[in-house]
């Protein structure tokens, strides 16, 4: 069983020096110290105890999504980019790692080592139980507490792009693979629910500090056969908070639903 937090990687958020296990606490020389919960993250947050990221019921709409295997595709997608560009030894960050669904899958490459930052203390704890990586902090992507140049890769899915930051950790020439989604995923729904079902606007490829290395399309289908399969995808989207009354109404009268995800993998190399 893998011991996290073995190798030092996370630095300080208050003093950005090193932070080395000791016993169920990670230290930095300050002694400023952060305890390693039970079921495996530390949080490092720098507003310790403010409530952040996904609430309990959309982690867990979002692990029940998952787990029916519906984005496999994609996932399995990613992890092939990461064998193309991540060599072996390098370090891989999964920026917005949630549940750790999408890590998991990228740590059965032993090739490398995996870390991942959530800001949901909620999200991460899943993450960590599942013992995959070699360390889980709840942090924001925005204030990563990670030291410039350390790192090789980032996975970034339906998380933002934290330009300073990324550009900030990554050594010259990695890498960041950007899921988004693309214009018409999870189309099905949006028709099923709103009366003109709109498009998504695809952001602009180019990135400062970055060459855009290539575009990878996904596509894939699946049928969800209760209402509980789709209100879980439903909640695990920003439309829950975004659809009126209407909207839910039609929603809670689906017990069936035809459903295609369309994603782009983009893939970004640091100049």
């Known amino acids: 069983m893998m011991t996290p937090f073995e190798t030092p990687f996370f630095v300080c958020p208050i003093c950005q020096r090193p932070l080395a296990r000791q016993e169920n606490s990670l230290l930095c020389e300050n002694r400023h110290t952060f305890d390693i919960a039970k ?6 947050l ?25 984005y496999d595709p994609m996932r399995r ?17 999964d920026s917005g790692c949630g549940e750790g669904y999408y890590t998991e899958e990228f740590a059965k490459n032993q090739a490398f080592s995996v870390y991942g930052i959530d800001i949901s203390p909620k999200a991460a704890a899943l993450c960590a139980k599942k013992n995959c990586c070699r360390g889980v902090a709840v942090a ?36 960041v693979i950007d899921v988004i989604p693309a214009e018409r995923h999870l189309w099905e729904l949006k028709a ?13 490829i180019g990135i400062e500090g970055f060459v855009h290395r290539e575009t990878r399309p996904v596509t894939t289908s699946f049928t969800l056969t209760t209402h509980d399969e789709i209100r879980d995808l439903m909640l695990m989207t920003p439309y829950f908070y975004r659809t009126g009354k209407t909207g839910h109404e039609k929603l809670s009268q689906l017990s069936t639903l035809q459903v295609t995800a369309s994603f782009y993998l983009l893939v970004y190399q640091k100049i």
């Not at 064998?83 to 960050?93: E, M, P, R």
């Not at 900030?168 to 990695?174: F, N, Q, W």
């Not at 099923?192 to 602009?204: S, V």
Request: overall charge negative.
């Open 39 to 44: 079921s495996g993250q530390v949080n490092l």
């Open 46 to 70: 720098r507003a310790f105890g403010q409530k952040h990221g996904d609430n309990a019921d959309m982690v867990k709409a979002r692990r029940n999504f998952l787990e029916s295997g519906a």
């Open 77 to 93: 997608a990613v992890a092939a980019l990461l064998s193309t560009y991540l060599a072996d030894g390098g370090i891989l960050l």
């Open 140 to 175: 924001s992507a925005y204030e990563l507490p990670i030291a410039d140049g350390t790192v090789d890769a980032i996975t970034n899915i339906f998380s933002p792009f934290c330009r300073e930051e990324f550009l900030r950790i990554l050594k010259t020439g990695g890498i």
């Open 192 to 204: 099923a629910i709103y009366d003109t079902p709109y498009e998504n606007k695809i952001k602009p």
